[in-house]
């Protein structure tokens, strides 16, 4: 059985805003980039060809085959301890949930379910290193504050709307790196536009988190 992600965005209450931005920002600050995974970012903004979703044989062991150099520091930045434990708290429930309790149901929130690859993964490898960079936030994470939502949209429209053909196919190629024919590549596209729509309607805040099942 593969190891699940669960790439969540929840709409934050404006009366819980400034503490879950608190606690957000104490996750992200305790999930620091390994300078390893600087490196492979670094070398495929520079090199797009040299990041690869693609199994390779192995030079080690004839007739088996190994990851691209750079998948696993890459797809580590996408999926830190600190940052997914405070996920866990909004799937959740009894004990282990939030202390605000802030519930993820359909009204406020959604989840892209991925098995053994981080969604957020998918969608930058789909973008390409030029624009995944004007994303705003943490690889993936992201918290909004409730008068910043309707301001950030024209931005994440910008890069994220009309993914051209070899976008998809693109971010299809990591998606298939896992069981995950399920999940629509311009399901990741939209993911984020329509999280921060949906807090916009609400006039809440926006927190989006990667979390390990």
């Known amino acids: 059985m593969g190891v699940f992600f669960f790439w969540l965005s ?10 879950v931005a608190a ?4 996750a992200l600050t305790a999930s620091p980039v390994s300078q390893s995974a600087r490196r492979v970012l670094e070398r495929w903004r520079e090199a797009p060809s040299s990041l690869s979703p693609e199994y390779v044989p192995d030079p080690a062991r004839p007739g088996f085959w190994t990851e691209s150099e750079g998948t696993v520091e890459f797809e580590e930045l996408f999926r ?3 940052l997914s434990v405070f996920g866990q708290g909004f ?3 009894g004990a282990e949930a939030n202390s605000w309790g802030i519930e993820l149901n359909a009204e406020k929130g959604a989840l892209i379910i991925t098995d053994r690859i981080p969604a957020a993964a998918a969608l930058h490898y789909g973008l390409g290193a030029e624009r995944a960079a004007r994303l705003p936030g943490h690889f993936g994470a992201l918290f909004v504050a409730p008068s910043d939502v309707g301001q950030l949209l024209p931005a994440l429209d910008a890069v994220l709307e009309h993914p051209s053909s070899e976008m998809l196919a693109r971010a299809r190629s ?7 024919e399920r999940v629509r590549p311009e399901a990741l596209f939209s993911f984020i536009p329509r999280a921060l729509r949906t807090a916009q309607a609400r006039r809440e805040g926006l927190l989006l988190l990667t979390a390990r099942g």
Not at 10 to 19: F, G, L, M, N
Not at 23 to 26: A, D, G, M, R
């Open 174 to 180: 990591w998606l298939k790196r896992g069981n995950n």
């Open 10 to 19: 929840v709409s934050i209450p404006p009366e819980h805003a400034t503490a």
């Open 91 to 93: 799937i959740r429930t």
């Open 80 to 82: 830190p301890e600190a």
């Open 23 to 26: 606690h957000f920002l104490e």
